[in-house]
């Protein structure tokens, strides 16, 4: 079957918009992870769904980021208020669960540019 | 804390000529240790779990092994096509999280 998917695939904005970053996980996969990667660096955690509920959102840096899974299948991830620093690639993982030692399964990511 | 260091941060090889990369962790109790290939504008691709001391998985060119505290991934006689920017990642147990290293950028010269 088809892979993540994660729309759009670059998103450029203007300092103190609102943006949203849609994630279609692998069909049948209950978990589902959002990372951030900076340009030379591993993807950073922000965070974690197990079904429709964030089990863990402990990554998330401030208020202004926020994400939903509504009914289990696709999340996305919200940024109010957009600031410089939020410039990043912002990677969507599936996996068949969260807990067993299941591997993620990423998209290509959304390059989100903020001017 | 749980951690991931990886080195070299980059790697230049002749075509043929084989290499390790080294992937150091520490992590309360490890639940599995995952490698990954990413290729520039594109997500992660797995490439292999590994779960305790001794294991070893295989593909192609590529052999990841797993001690106590470190993982290597070993390249032999690598091409072209194999040059990426590799990723490891450790989850603990009773956790959900995986922690990433920042890579290690490979490069492999025709």
């Known amino acids: 079957g088809a892979g993540v998917s994660q729309t759009p695939s670059n998103k450029v904005t203007e300092k103190g918009k609102y943006v949203e970053l849609r994630c279609d996980p692998i069909?049948?996969?209950?978990?589902l992870y959002w990372y951030r990667q900076s340009l030379g660096q591993g993807p950073e955690f922000l965070i974690y769904?197990?079904?429709?509920?964030?089990?863990?959102d402990s990554g998330l840096p401030n208020d202004r980021f926020f994400a939903v899974r509504p009914e289990g299948s696709v999340s996305t991830l919200k940024i109010q208020r957009t600031e410089r620093g939020d410039s990043a690639v912002y990677l969507c993982?599936?996996?068949?669960?969260?807990?067993?030692?299941?591997?993620?399964?990423f998209g290509n990511g959304t390059r989100l540019t903020v001017t | 804390e749980d951690q991931v260091t990886q080195s070299p941060e980059a790697l230049r090889l002749q075509e043929g000529e084989s290499s390790s990369l080294n992937c150091s962790y520490t992590?309360?109790?490890?639940?599995?240790l995952f490698w990954y290939r990413q290729d520039p504008g594109k997500g992660p691709e797995f490439l292999f779990t590994?779960?305790?001391a001794g294991e070893e998985k295989e593909k192609e060119r590529l052999k990841a092994t797993l001690t106590k505290k470190e993982s290597f991934l070993h390249i032999t006689a690598p091409k072209p096509e194999d040059s990426a920017t590799y990723l490891c990642a450790v989850q603990a147990r009773g956790g959900n999280q995986f922690y990433f290293g920042t890579g290690t950028s490979l490069t492999v010269i025709p």
């Open positions: 590994l779960y305790s």
């Open positions: 769904f197990q079904g429709t509920g964030a089990a863990d």
């Open positions: 992590v309360s109790g490890l639940r599995g």
């Open positions: 993982a599936s996996s068949a669960s969260g807990l067993y030692n299941s591997p993620l399964h």
């Open positions: 069909s049948g996969h209950t978990a």
